[in-house]
């Protein structure tokens, strides 16, 4: 069964440092989604792409987060710099045109 | 605007037990609802979902169903087990399409043998 790819599971930085994530949706999939988790809630969505365009990055805080997704295929998510309340579980989800979201496992980033 | 809101948790159960997780929601037209369910340290994975008023969303013993006059969307099993525990989500997606979806902040449930 396909799935969505995240890397790294688990990234622990120091404040002030740059961090990536990357994330593969599930081949085919248009929509990608990046969604953030922090602790005891549920995931908001930092920005939302379809195939290679930005959708939707309201929600993206733009002096430290970038997202981009070059060849509408794989998506990277970067903050530079980390701060500590950057600390979250980080959510990639792809999907095809209905709007059932398929979602990866997640990179649970901790700054120190 | 939207909005999703479920009871509170932990909820903590024994195993065989009659579970109930109740969620409403607030949405500008006709939305389509979902339960998602969060293992320890894994992603969100789809349960179940519900696209029109009165359906019912089915999967692994779970059911939910979708009621209108009530903008409710209930997450019910009859007998729990212990690989269950878990944090559900309750979610909505405000349109047909490709858009974002919309959380509730999740109910963890546990169940003891």
């Known amino acids: 069964e396909a799935e969505v790819a995240q890397s790294p599971r688990y990234k622990i930085t120091e404040k002030s440092q740059a961090v990536a994530f990357w994330c593969d949706p599930i081949?085919?999939?248009?929509?990608l989604y990046w969604y953030r988790q922090i602790l005891g809630q549920g995931p908001e969505l930092l920005v939302q792409?379809?195939?290679?365009?930005?959708?939707?990055d309201s929600q993206l805080p733009k002096d430290r987060f970038s997202a981009e997704r070059l060849k509408g295929v794989d998506s990277t998510l970067k903050i530079q710099p980390a701060e500590l309340g950057d600390s979250a579980m980080y959510l990639c989800?792809?999907?095809?045109?209905?709007?059932?979201?398929?979602f990866g496992p997640g990179t649970r980033l901790t700054v120190l | 605007g939207n909005s999703v809101t479920q009871m509170e948790g932990p909820v903590t159960l024994s195993e065989e037990a009659f579970l109930t997780i109740n969620c409403t929601y607030t949405a500008t037209g006709y939305p389509s609802l979902f339960w998602y369910v969060q293992y320890p340290g894994e992603g969100l994975q789809l349960l179940l979902k519900a696209t029109k008023a009165d359906d019912k969303g089915s999967n692994k013993g779970f059911e939910a169903t979708y009621r209108k006059e009530t903008t409710s969307f209930h997450l019910e099993k009859g007998s729990v087990q212990v690989s269950d525990s878990a944090v559900y989500f309750c979610?909505?997606?405000?349109?047909?399409?490709?858009?974002?979806?919309?959380f509730g902040k999740g109910t963890r449930l546990s169940v003891i043998a």
């Open positions: 979610a909505l997606n405000p349109t047909a399409g490709n858009t974002p979806l919309v």
């Open positions: 989800a792809s999907s095809l045109r209905n709007n059932e979201q398929f």
């Open positions: 081949s085919g999939h248009a929509t």
């Open positions: 792409f379809q195939d290679e365009s930005v959708v939707d």
